[in-house]
């Protein structure tokens, strides 16, 4: 991840105004310059509509950091990263207004990032305008956010377009996610240590939990996810990443094309839901108003701008299968929601009771390996023990061995996601990047749970904004005499 050499890069941010840009990639370009990451031939063009001036947008880029850092801005870090920035005034819909950008781009031997924070309807005209001025060639390449499109047909759509224009070894699908350490660190846990690389599979584990909570609601982004949801925002998003990277198989190789091809055969495996017990596999929630730390947060449906009506999810759980050899029949309980008591991302493998068990007296016998993704980076495996005592009673107590990332690496900070992965593009590093192929899987699954939706009549469950969700959700896990952790 190191770059030092002396190749000219630039990093052109269509977007330049809008909130992806402003409270995600310049504080990880700060971040990076305080890292010293960034080689002295790094530059940075900000692209928008706007009749601003490199003083001006230098403003802009300052407030906002100011707004979204949660550090004091140090005046040399600041110094050396502000003269990197450059700014464009352009209408990205009209192709001659193209031109602007190239004569402030200069070099067009250098290595050219197109970031496009911007809504997908501009993706097409932003490639356009790119492949006018000869910045599609190979040393061109573009980042784009998912979710990509709000199904499988939208998606395409979006892909196609996208691919007249750019190879896919050029198109890097960011999933913020897939650069957090712990995932980074999933493939080296599991196929590095014999004895988890042994039991990770359907003989050995009985079932598999992943959570991702968060405490904030929508954050004013009514317009995007009252045509999302959940479903779409979360699950197909970043959930299903989180699958294929606990669940894949060993690749022959670390290089982003095996990699992903595991993740895809994960996909492809995917038991589709049917209409009959669909209603005892999925949970959907919306959060209604609630007290929460002595300040009342509002219901979804008091959101400005939000109908009164709106039957969109803000929570989803979800009981799924991978029909493949290594699953076969292991429930995944998967849940997400938003405005809930507390931001949590875990995955929990619980492993099968041992065999002839001894301690039949114990009733929650079972091993867990429990893998934070937030907050406190890192691991915990719970195993049991004999609580010593002079009486023949034997009593087992849990033991936790914890890993943590701070804890054993006190002097060192954990780079950021967004930082990690503009640092992998630059180094042309695919692996963290979601292809087309995935995309597509993801799509197709999720397509067909929202049309079960549609054709099901499931009960939109109320949940009070600061609790754990709707409690129909216990009722998922617990009807198999399972239980949330």
């Known amino acids: 991840m190191e770059n030092q050499n002396t190749q000219n890069y630039c990093l052109v941010i269509f977007g330049a105004k809008g909130d992806l840009a402003r409270r995600k990639l310049l504080p990880a370009l700060y971040h990076l310059e305080k890292l010293k990451k960034l080689n002295n031939h790094f530059r940075i063009i900000g692209v928008a509509r706007a009749t601003w001036n490199k003083h001006d947008y230098l403003l802009i880029v300052k407030k906002s950091l100011q707004h979204f850092l949660n550090e004091k801005i140090n005046d040399l870090i600041w110094k050396n990263l502000s003269v990197r920035f450059d700014f464009c005034n352009l209408d990205v819909t009209e192709l001659h207004q193209f031109s602007q950008l190239k004569k402030i781009i200069c070099n067009t031997n250098s290595l050219i990032i197109n970031y496009f924070a911007t809504p997908s309807n501009l993706f097409e005209p932003i490639c356009a305008g790119l492949t006018s001025i000869q910045l599609n060639s190979m040393n061109s390449r573009i980042i784009i956010e998912k979710p990509i499109g709000n199904s499988l047909y939208t998606s395409n759509l979006i892909n196609e377009k996208i691919g007249q224009y750019f190879q896919e070894s050029q198109i890097f699908r960011i999933d913020h996610y897939l650069g957090k350490e712990t995932l980074l660190n999933l493939p080296y846990l599991r196929f590095s240590n014999s004895i988890l690389y042994n039991i990770w599979n359907k003989e050995n584990i ?5 959570t991702l909570s968060e405490k904030v609601g929508i954050e004013g982004r009514w317009n995007y996810f009252n045509q999302t949801g959940q479903i779409r925002d979360m699950v197909q998003n970043h959930l299903l990443q989180i699958l294929t990277i606990i669940t894949m198989s060993q690749p022959n190789n670390l290089t982003a094309d095996n990699i992903r091809n595991e993740k895809v055969k994960i996909l492809k495996s995917l038991r589709y839901m049917e209409n009959q017990n669909f209603n005892k596999n999925i949970v959907i ?4 108003h609630g007290l929460f730390n002595g300040k009342i947060l509002p219901g979804y449906t008091q959101e400005n701008k939000i109908t009164e009506c709106s039957n969109i999810e803000t929570f989803v759980a979800i009981k799924m299968f991978i029909d493949n050899m290594q699953w076969k029949n292991v429930p995944f309980y998967v849940r997400t929601g938003k405005r809930l008591s507390k931001k949590s991302s875990k995955i929990v493998l619980v492993f099968k009771k041992p065999i ?12 867990k390996l429990i893998i934070r993704i937030e907050p406190n980076e890192g691991f915990e495996l719970e195993i049991f023990n004999k609580v010593p005592q002079v009486t ?8 936790k061995f914890n890993f943590s990332y701070d804890q054993s690496f006190p002097n060192y900070k954990l780079i950021g996601a967004y930082e990690r992965l503009l640092l992998e593009c630059i180094n042309g590093n695919q692996s963290l990047f979601v292809r087309r192929d995935e995309i597509e899987e993801s799509w197709k699954w999720i397509d067909s749970i929202i049309l079960l939706l549609k054709n099901n009549n499931i009960i939109l469950h109320k949940y009070q904004s600061g609790s754990n969700g709707p409690s129909s959700a216990k009722d998922l896990i617990e009807v198999d005499n399972r239980f949330w952790i």
């Open 392 to 399: 023949h009673k034997n009593i087992l107590f849990n033991t």
């Open 206 to 210: 009985d079932h598999i939990q992943i």
């Open 356 to 367: 002839n068990n001894l301690f039949n007296h114990v009733a929650q016998l079972s091993n």
């Open 285 to 288: 929630g919306q959060y209604k």
